[in-house]
């Protein structure tokens, strides 16, 4: 069997690829169809595509897939496979028509001829040669054709160009004459004219002349070997040639496996002309056998190894297009897989390399508690896996892989990270013989806390001396516990530590030291002045010292302490009206008892120069702080008092300054300051204002009878009337603008 040596890629809706396979062996174009149908596609057709490929390469003549008449189509318009002819390229001379070729025979016998073409005779005494000519007819059989011509031309299976080709190279020669007759020997010149007119001529018949390219009725076409195509007998034997469209098919694998895998793969065209398939799978060492079916099992394979598999249909013993396709086995599964350390954040792997081949190793980790899942990608048979969160259980599944997506079987381990340590671990309101321990959840998750304490000895530090397993311990899932029963004035070791899995699985322990605490002082009395205080306590139990500060908010830098072993204290050179926190420690040793705290203010003093400023209807009044409270934060009572109106209005302010505004017009206003502290306030200072008055003028018309004569009208009874006047309205108006003005009615 031949190899293809020609390959054609056509273009259409559907891309086929085709290849030709010329064979040697000689036989008849039905039996040479029927062994391309069997064994490849087709007869070969030849189009203007490909007609390059297949005629460089031809070595004798050869079949092709033409047929004059095939399944009663039109001569040389259907290829074998169905396809149209778009192509020709015929020897010439072929196809040859439907008619026997014919010489002319004329007779002496002159016949008019009644016809639209006229023929005229030349006659010299020389012989002359001449040709035939006919002037153009026009090819329309409802026009101007004769309907005569038209049939004779149908019968003979003709057209009008091969009869106009057959007239245009016919010649007669004939001797030259001098009259309108037909001579034997004459050469006589047909034309056609446009006029008709009688002439005489001689009738020629046409008689069969011998052509060794006859017509055959059922012929099959021959690529000759330079490439053009002449018509044969179908029943010679030649050479041939097939096409067949290469063939593409799919290939799969699945049921992928350590050491097997399951193909299967597509039909080859003409199925049922396929003997078999002819299996090949290449990789670490290579195997070959032969499938009639459409399916294998594969095994015998190796581990996380690259295999490629091909499968060649045969057909005709010819092979044909491979389907290809190329896969991993599975690799193998790690093994001794064990974490190695774990902290709170990270935990070391560790396993044994499996069995075959593998490029790295994938580490799965799943939190099994809050769903935070990562994974990690590990050249070597150990891993870190970092940013892990505490007290969480994790399941670490390994697999070795190939091919960057290929896993093998898993191997799998579960491990717990250590908690992390508690947060925030406070003792408070602790006493002489408890103590209250507090702390906050750590990063991650945890179970439980287990909580010791132990006495430490005096001046000891915790650090050489703590050690929580001596101690009383509790669990609890609390974040709070209370310890009674303890030693008053007493050190002691506090331990917290956060459990996981069970209980058993302990955290990092946080320390801290812990006290029962000496008793508090109580307070006993508190004497305020305007710039010190007194104060004194009594106490319980036993003490070494205390500590006394005072402290203030209502100016900076106030803070003052101090130690003393007495129960008294004075504090001296405080400001005046200021609220102060007095606070007192007991002290035993290193112990310090809860704090006791007293708060009261020191007496006011009186502010200064107070003063009220009016504008129009506003009045502003200011004043200077107290000498003694100068640059502290103290608060004033302001009040006014109008005499006329008795109204009374009081703000309270910690400025030196307040506005009253709208207030009545013409009016006198009292001020009264009043430094305050909590309960306490100063003497007050005073100053006053009136607002700018809204004059109104009211006239007063006094009538005077008397019976001296004239005595009205004298200076001294006018202004016995005005002095009376006036005092009656002064007791009445005190406290407004008021003006009483005598006014001569002369003049107005």
Same mark, same amino acid.
């Given at each position: 069997?031949?190899?293809?040596? !020609?390959?054609?890629l056509?273009?259409s809706?559907? &891309?086929?690829?085709?290849? @030709?396979?010329?064979?040697s062996?000689n036989?008849?174009?039905?039996k040479?169809? !029927?062994?391309?149908?069997?064994?490849?596609?087709?007869?070969?057709?030849?189009?203007?595509?490909n007609?390059?490929?297949?005629?460089?390469n031809?070595?004798?003549d050869?079949?092709i %897939?033409?047929?004059?008449?095939?399944?009663?189509t039109?001569?040389w318009?259907?290829?074998?496979?169905?396809?149209?002819?778009?192509?020709?390229n015929?020897?010439p001379g072929?196809?040859?028509?439907n008619?026997?070729? *014919?010489?002319?025979? +004329?007779?002496?016998?002159?016949t008019?001829?009644?016809?639209?073409?006229?023929?005229?005779?030349?006659?010299t005494s020389?012989?002359?040669?001449t040709?035939?000519?006919?002037?153009?007819?026009?090819?329309?059989?409802?026009g101007?054709?004769?309907?005569?011509?038209?049939?004779?031309?149908?019968?003979?299976?003709?057209?009008?160009?091969?009869?106009?080709s057959?007239?245009?190279? @016919?010649?007669?020669?004939?001797?030259?004459?001098?009259?309108?007759?037909?001579?034997?020997?004459?050469?006589?010149?047909?034309?056609?004219?446009?006029?008709p007119?009688?002439?005489?001529?001689?009738?020629?018949?046409?008689?069969?002349?011998?052509?060794?390219d006859?017509?055959?009725?059922?012929?099959?076409?021959?690529?000759l070997?330079?490439?053009? &195509?002449k018509? *044969?007998?179908?029943?010679?034997?030649?050479?041939?040639?097939c096409?067949?469209?290469?063939?593409?098919?799919?290939?799969?694998?699945?049921?992928?496996?350590?050491?097997?895998v399951? !193909?299967?793969?597509?039909?080859?065209?003409s199925?049922?002309?396929?003997?078999h398939?002819?299996?090949?799978?290449? %990789?670490?060492?290579?195997?070959?056998? =032969?499938?009639?079916?459409?399916s294998a099992?594969?095994?015998n394979l190796?581990?996380?190894?690259?295999?490629?598999?091909?499968?060649?249909?045969?057909?005709?013993?010819?092979?044909?297009?491979?389907?290809?396709?190329?896969?991993y086995?599975?690799?193998?599964?790690?093994?001794?897989?064990?974490v190695?350390?774990?902290t709170?954040?990270?935990?070391?792997?560790? /396993?044994?390399?499996?069995?075959?081949?593998?490029?790295f190793?994938?580490?799965?980790v799943?939190?099994?508690?809050?769903?935070?899942?990562?994974t990690?990608?590990?050249?070597n048979?150990?891993?870190?896996i970092?940013?892990?969160?505490?007290?969480?259980?994790?399941?670490f599944?390994?697999?070795?892989?190939?091919?960057?997506?290929?896993?093998g079987?898993?191997?799998?381990?579960?491990?717990?990270t250590?908690?992390?340590?508690?947060? $925030?671990?406070?003792t408070?309101?602790?006493?002489?013989?408890? #103590?209250?321990a507090?702390?906050?959840?750590?990063?991650?998750?945890?179970?439980?806390?287990?909580?010791?304490?132990?006495?430490?000895?005096s $001046?000891?530090?915790?650090?050489?001396?703590?050690?929580c397993?001596?101690?009383?311990?509790?669990?609890t899932?609390s974040?709070?516990?209370?310890?009674?029963?303890?030693?008053?004035?007493?050190?002691?070791c506090?331990?917290?530590?956060? !459990?996981?899995?069970s209980?058993?699985?302990?955290?990092?322990?946080?320390?801290?030291?812990?006290?029962?605490?000496?008793?508090?002082?109580s307070?006993?009395?508190?004497?305020? @002045?305007?710039?010190s205080?007194?104060? =004194?306590?009594?106490?319980?139990?036993k003490?070494?010292?205390f500590?006394?500060? #005072?402290?203030?908010?209502?100016?900076?830098?106030?803070?003052?302490s101090?130690?003393?072993?007495? +129960?008294?204290y004075?504090?001296a050179?405080l400001?005046?009206a200021?609220?102060?926190?007095?606070? #007192?420690?007991?002290?035993?040793?290193?112990?310090?008892s809860?704090?006791?705290?007293?708060?009261?203010?020191?007496?006011?003093?009186?502010?200064?120069?107070?003063?009220?400023?009016v504008?129009?209807?506003?009045?502003?009044?200011? &004043?200077?702080?107290?000498?003694?409270?100068?640059?502290?934060r103290?608060?004033?009572?302001?009040?006014?008092?109008?005499?006329f109106?008795?109204?009374?209005?009081?703000?309270?302010t910690?400025?030196t300054?307040?506005?009253?505004?709208?207030?009545?017009?013409?009016t006198?206003?009292?001020?009264n300051?009043?430094?305050?502290a909590?309960?306490?306030?100063?003497?007050?200072?005073s100053?006053?204002?009136?607002?700018?008055?809204v004059? *109104?003028?009211?006239?007063l018309?006094?009538? +005077?009878?008397?019976a001296?004569?004239?005595?009205?009208?004298?200076?001294?009874?006018?202004e016995?009337?005005?002095?009376?006047?006036?005092?009656?309205?002064? %007791?009445?108006?005190?406290?407004? @603008?008021?003006?009483?003005? /005598?006014?001569?009615?002369?003049?107005?």
């Amino acid at each position: 069997m031949k190899t293809p040596w !020609l390959i054609l890629l056509l273009s259409s809706v559907v &891309w086929a690829e085709e290849q @030709y396979y010329p064979q040697s062996n000689n036989i008849t174009w039905d039996k040479a169809r !029927l062994y391309c149908q069997q064994c490849f596609k087709e007869l070969t057709t030849i189009t203007s595509r490909n007609v390059h490929l297949i005629a460089n390469n031809l070595s004798a003549d050869y079949w092709i %897939g033409l047929r004059r008449s095939y399944n009663g189509t039109l001569p040389w318009s259907k290829w074998s496979n169905e396809d149209p002819v778009t192509y020709q390229n015929w020897y010439p001379g072929h196809p040859v028509p439907n008619t026997e070729k *014919k010489q002319p025979i +004329c007779p002496t016998t002159q016949t008019p001829l009644t016809s639209t073409t006229t023929i005229t005779t030349t006659s010299t005494s020389t012989p002359t040669t001449t040709t035939m000519e006919t002037s153009s007819f026009v090819a329309n059989k409802s026009g101007d054709m004769c309907p005569i011509l038209v049939d004779i031309l149908d019968c003979l299976n003709m057209t009008y160009k091969d009869l106009e080709s057959t007239v245009n190279s @016919y010649t007669i020669t004939t001797p030259k004459t001098t009259t309108h007759s037909t001579l034997p020997t004459s050469t006589t010149t047909y034309s056609t004219q446009t006029t008709p007119q009688s002439t005489t001529v001689s009738s020629c018949i046409l008689e069969p002349e011998p052509d060794p390219d006859v017509y055959i009725e059922d012929s099959c076409v021959v690529l000759l070997s330079f490439g053009m &195509w002449k018509e *044969k007998v179908c029943n010679i034997s030649r050479p041939f040639i097939c096409y067949d469209d290469r063939f593409f098919g799919q290939i799969n694998y699945f049921n992928v496996m350590k050491n097997n895998v399951s !193909l299967s793969w597509s039909a080859g065209p003409s199925a049922k002309n396929i003997s078999h398939y002819r299996v090949e799978i290449t %990789g670490d060492y290579n195997q070959t056998f =032969n499938k009639t079916g459409l399916s294998a099992e594969i095994g015998n394979l190796t581990s996380g190894t690259l295999y490629r598999a091909q499968v060649f249909p045969v057909k005709c013993g010819r092979d044909l297009n491979p389907q290809n396709i190329s896969f991993y086995t599975l690799p193998s599964a790690v093994m001794n897989l064990t974490v190695l350390n774990v902290t709170t954040v990270s935990a070391f792997l560790s /396993w044994n390399k499996p069995d075959g081949n593998q490029d790295f190793y994938l580490v799965i980790v799943e939190d099994l508690i809050y769903g935070n899942n990562q994974t990690a990608k590990c050249p070597n048979k150990q891993c870190g896996i970092t940013d892990l969160t505490p007290g969480v259980l994790y399941n670490f599944t390994v697999f070795a892989v190939v091919n960057q997506t290929t896993y093998g079987v898993p191997s799998s381990y579960s491990a717990y990270t250590n908690p992390s340590e508690v947060k $925030n671990l406070k003792t408070g309101n602790n006493e002489s013989n408890a #103590i209250e321990a507090t702390w906050e959840n750590p990063n991650g998750y945890h179970s439980s806390f287990n909580v010791c304490i132990k006495e430490l000895i005096s $001046n000891e530090s915790i650090s050489s001396e703590c050690n929580c397993n001596e101690g009383s311990c509790n669990i609890t899932n609390s974040m709070s516990i209370r310890m009674t029963a303890l030693s008053s004035g007493t050190q002691y070791c506090l331990c917290v530590t956060a !459990l996981i899995n069970s209980d058993t699985q302990p955290g990092k322990t946080v320390v801290s030291s812990a006290f029962t605490l000496p008793n508090t002082v109580s307070i006993t009395s508190l004497v305020t @002045y305007s710039t010190s205080m007194s104060v =004194n306590w009594t106490i319980e139990g036993k003490y070494t010292k205390f500590h006394v500060k #005072i402290e203030t908010t209502d100016f900076q830098n106030s803070l003052r302490s101090d130690d003393t072993k007495d +129960c008294y204290y004075n504090f001296a050179s405080l400001m005046a009206a200021v609220r102060y926190t007095i606070t #007192i420690i007991t002290f035993n040793g290193a112990l310090e008892s809860d704090p006791a705290k007293v708060i009261d203010y020191t007496r006011p003093t009186s502010a200064r120069s107070p003063k009220a400023t009016v504008n129009k209807m506003n009045i502003t009044v200011s &004043w200077e702080a107290p000498a003694d409270s100068v640059g502290a934060r103290i608060n004033y009572t302001v009040k006014y008092h109008t005499p006329f109106w008795n109204e009374d209005y009081t703000l309270n302010t910690s400025d030196t300054h307040l506005t009253f505004p709208n207030l009545r017009s013409g009016t006198t206003y009292d001020f009264n300051i009043t430094v305050v502290a909590g309960n306490l306030t100063s003497n007050p200072v005073s100053t006053s204002a009136q607002t700018e008055p809204v004059k *109104k003028m009211l006239s007063l018309v006094m009538l +005077c009878s008397s019976a001296n004569k004239l005595e009205c009208a004298t200076n001294t009874t006018q202004e016995e009337l005005y002095s009376k006047l006036y005092n009656l309205t002064a %007791g009445k108006l005190d406290g407004v @603008y008021w003006k009483l003005k /005598w006014v001569d009615r002369k003049n107005h």
